[in-house]
């Protein structure tokens, strides 16, 4: 079986897609700097994965950055002395939060940039050629309507977007102008929340998160944190914000779908765009009403300001990920609704007790 380079695989997204992977039969090698997450991810993936007592070995797991290429060569080297030469990379690691962007712009280029440049270097050095990337619907142009196609104009305004559009033109300029049997496909994500149905992954909660859903958890465990919505008259029908919410499960299923793309021998040198959303948007309002009848539980919120730089409504258009991929997602936002506050009851503060 092929052995994928998981980087930032003990964030969010990647442990989920990991455990996607290794139920798949997948060997990974793992690596994150565990500046957002933490090893306790990586140990209950390990003893989740034991139980199952399929594949013992086929996790493998390193600290470090993404930026230090004599750290990213080792991992590599490693990995052909273990026999199990790396295939493919699933590149996750990065810095995400839209607002600490603009305070620290620098240190977002340099690790979602530069990192990324070092990663493709070595991935060059070792004739590894097949690379998914996290990329994110914010991407888009604020004058363009949904659904969002694909080749929808884009246009950002937030340093984070602009390492991640960076990122997407070096890697397209790649096919152009560099080896010929890079494949990459850009998955552009829309808005994952929910959880591992066991309550034992996550997404590990950190001061500055500003997205709804881990701020509606937190509305409720902390009487201090009072939910605010951000604007109720946006041009929607109940004049909250839509966007559309992703199970992260079923954003995982989308990663695995991608690597079986690659694998098809068919597939020519490409760089691809694809969406993974659900195509249905949601209103503020509803998820929150949603949540509330699911886990039977009260929010409190109140109206504010809208905020600053946001958009009315996204949702993605999903056809080419159904066409390609053969992928669609399955989960509710009940489901989201309940899995991601499962998550966080079990684990109020994270992975860190
Ligand atoms: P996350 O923060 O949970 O995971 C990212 C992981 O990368 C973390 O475990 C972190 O420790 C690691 N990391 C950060 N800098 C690193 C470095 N220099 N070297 C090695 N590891 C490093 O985030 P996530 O939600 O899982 O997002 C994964 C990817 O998807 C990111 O690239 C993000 O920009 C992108 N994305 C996320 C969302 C979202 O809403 N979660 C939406 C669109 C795109
Ligand atoms: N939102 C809100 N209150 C909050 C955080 C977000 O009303 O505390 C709204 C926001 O205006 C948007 C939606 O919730 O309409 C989703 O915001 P999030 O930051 O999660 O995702 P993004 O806007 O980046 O897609």
Redesign the pocket.
Known sequence: MDTILI??G?????IHTSLVLLNKGYKLVI???????SYIAINRIKSTYKKTNKYPNNISFYK????DISFLRKVFKDSIKLGSEINYVIH?????SVSDSFLEEDKYWD?NVN?TKTLIKVMEENNCFNLIF???ATLYSEYETSPLRENAKVNVNNPYGKTKLEVEKFLENKIKSSHPNWKIISLR?F??IGAHSSGLFG??PNNKIN?LFPLICRSITNANEELLIFGNDWPTHDGTGVRDYIHVMDLAEGHVSAVEFLNKKIIKSSFLVINLGTGKGTSVLELINIFQKVNKININYKFAERRKGDKAIIFADIRKALELLNWQPKRSIEEMCHDGWEWFLNNPFGYEK
Do not use: Q
């Open positions: 980087t930032g003990a964030g969010f997204i990647g690596i994150d700097s565990l500046i957002n997450s470090g950055d993404i930026r996750f690691a990065g810095l995400k690790v990192g996290s990329s994110s994500y808005n994952p997404e590990n997205n």
